[in-house]
């Protein structure tokens, strides 16, 4: 095999086994930067044979192996030197000295080691922006430049993040363990969350020259598809992994060729992805036989249904769409689901009312750098012909979005109100 070759099959069985991996190996050694220093160790035994002896023929087992015997060798080293400052009085106890029992440990429950491992990698006592580095280099199996490159921050900063959050997780001893009862409630959220932001900057970008990061969105379902599987009986894991599958369907028809953004009303439907589409109906129905009461995933996953069944535009059914984000909005409210709940107003009961819904919201201070607010009041006012209102909101928005196709597109749709 070439060098090459070999070097994409590693990095493509890195991607799928790296996280079982650091999830058996923190269990053992109970630190998830040590855990993810002796994986790492694995790959690069992993890069300089298999280009030479071929891929074997279970790669996840080789890996595994290679790092046992990295940590056993870590762990015999650390005995011997603590063996060394006991002979100057700085013993340690027996227990300290022992070497874990990697053969048994490793033949442990992997679905238990992932769980546990999203449950460390999104922990509260972490900052936002650390769970998403952690959580994307632990369980997403990316780089720390290619973390860097999809949300526009320098490599060393990111770098600093994953170190800090490691130090973090050690520091304050966090048990690698999966919640119960009421802290599973509270964690799974800010699991979901970290998902659901991932796959929110694929979708749409805050910042930079693309509107869309299609490799996040697939990232970001993915560690939804493992935690579905991981948490069969949780309604609104189902709920967010239907909620991306089914904006994820529509990827193709939201830019041109050009990368231009097409806006919702004007996308090509046919383009849309059919099985994606129905693979998030699926997930609605599989989370709603849980018979437990709707979160917000599962909310918004049957909203993006709304549209998912609609060939045309013109067929939505915004009367539906507008009670789900009355229910939402009772459920989990927030200003962008009451920005995103005066849109259905306005498409519902006309654009006046969806006005009145919207200007509401008009001093609300989370909102008052948010591009969308006057983006949305310019659609409204585009059709009430308040043509010169709408210029000058389309321009407000332009000027608050850090995208540059948006802000294209939003600088054009006020020139059309000339």
Known sequence: MAPTDAHRAIDAVWRIEAPRLIGALARIVRDVGVAE???????????????????PRNPGAWLMAAAKHRAIDVFRRSKRLDEKHAEIGRGLAAEQNRIPDFDSGLDDDMGDD?????????????????????????????????????FLVPEPTIAQRIVRAKRTLTKERVAFDVPRGADLEARLSSVLGVIYLVFNEGYTATAGDDWMRPSLCEDASRLGRILAELTPNEADVHGLVALMEIQASRLRA???????????????????????????????????RLGVARGPYLLQ?????CHARALEAGQ????????LYDELARVSPSPVIALNRAVAVGMASGPQAGLGAL???RDNQALRTYHLLPSVRGDLLVKLGRLDEARGEFERAASLTRNARERELLLERGRRQS
């Open 114 to 150: 992932l769980l546990r491992l999203v449950f460390i990698s999104c922990h509260p006592v972490l900052s936002t922006e650390a769970r998403v580095a952690l959580t994307l280099r632990l369980l997403g199996g990316l780089t720390t430049d290619e973390i860097a490159r999809a």
């Open 37 to 55: 220093d002796l994986a790492q160790d694995a790959l690069v035994a992993a890069l300089q044979q298999w280009p030479h002896e071929g891929i």
């Open 359 to 361: 200007d509401v919201l």
């Open 301 to 305: 996953a049957s909203i993006a249904a």
């Open 254 to 288: 939201r830019v041109d060729e050009s990368g231009r953004p097409i806006l919702l009303p004007d996308q090509n439907r046919a383009l849309w992805d059919r099985l994606l589409i129905r693979r998030g109906l699926e997930g609605i129905e599989r989370a709603e």
């Open 316 to 323: 939505t059914d915004w009367t539906r769409i507008l009670s």
